[in-house]
């Protein structure tokens, strides 16, 4: 873990940091935010310090205890997305609606078990009949893109995720029903270049096929990934 990084958070991200017990766990979270922060900070034009985390209203319930996190200060008409996962990070930004991104690091799981918990049945048909050292991947694929959906819907994984639709079957762009909340009800979801050991997926509004969006993957040691 960067001192460097460690000196952008503020003292409720500190905080939270120390609650992580092992510390591989704790330097994944600081590095995120520290990467979350610079990015940011360069679009708004400011230091990675000024910035001030608040949250948006829960879509599904009101609440502003667990809605999607926003900047408060300075004012960002943007919205922004945000995943980490291990010592990866992928933030998308878009000044023209709502957007949901997601990484995950290939990592062994029973996928029979874990299939019935989050994949529809016909994704779950799809998976468990892979060979399995095809359904490790195909598992991971459908994963991101739900993520993303309900990431950009703004309820996150806190809804069933089996009643998303994200047809693992298929590579690169798909379309997704999701009628969560009062945003839109269908979104387009791609699956975005993160190297080898990760997947990844952004989400954008059905309606809005060529975005303004700028997408950053980050190891920490940043590289630029960009998508139209």
Known sequence: MSESDLALLDEA?????????RAQDRASFVGGRAALRRVLAEHLGVGATTIVWGRTPCPG???DLHGPPRVVSPPMPA?????????RALVAVSASGPVGADIETVRPLDVPATAGQCL??????????LAPGDRLNAFHRA???KEAVTKAVGVGIAMDLRTVEVSPDRLGTVSVRCGTGT???SWTVTDVDVGAGAVAALALPGDRRQ????????GFVESRKGIR
């Open 13 to 21: 991200e500190r905080t939270r940091a120390d609650r992580y017990r």
């Open 211 to 218: 975005p303004s969006i700028r997408l950053r993957s980050l």
């Open 143 to 145: 994963w991101v893109r």
């Open 79 to 87: 919205a922004f997305s945000f995943s980490r996962s291990g010592r």
């Open 61 to 63: 319930c009101g609440s």
């Open 183 to 185: 945003g839109p009800s």
């Open 120 to 129: 529809s049945p016909t994704e779950a048909a799809y998976v468990l009949g």
